[in-house]
């Protein structure tokens, strides 16, 4: 666990590093009031190339927004009848509960 922790941290620290590079490196080279703008939407794509890479490595590859596409099943309470509509298709009952 004591490595995972110390894995985890040099990951941080190593993306704040490159995030900072990159943004000294805009910034000595682009005037300051475009500078800005392109410092943060570089920011901006670095966070969400991070994200979906550490979604990746856990077995989430999708979107982070939309997931991946699968639709929530319910169980009818009464019956145990797997459905997708707002009451049972088979008994009409609208007590349902979600499974996967």
């Known amino acids: 666990m004591?490595?995972?922790?110390k894995q985890f941290l040099s990951q941080q620290l190593l993306w704040i590093g490159i995030s900072l590079g990159i943004s000294l490196a805009i910034s000595f080279l682009l005037p300051f009031p475009l500078s800005l703008p392109v410092i943060i939407v570089v920011f901006i794509l670095l966070s969400y190339y991070i994200r979906q890479r550490a979604m990746k490595k856990m077995g989430m590859a999708g979107s982070v927004f939309g997931g991946n596409g699968s639709s929530v099943s319910y169980y009818?309470?009464?019956c145990g009848t797997k459905h997708n509509q707002?009451?049972?298709?088979?008994?009409?009952?609208k007590m349902k509960r979600v499974g996967s």
């Open 2 to 5: 004591i490595d995972n922790n």
């Open 76 to 78: 009818c309470m009464s």
């Open 86 to 93: 707002s009451s049972c298709p088979k008994c009409g009952s």
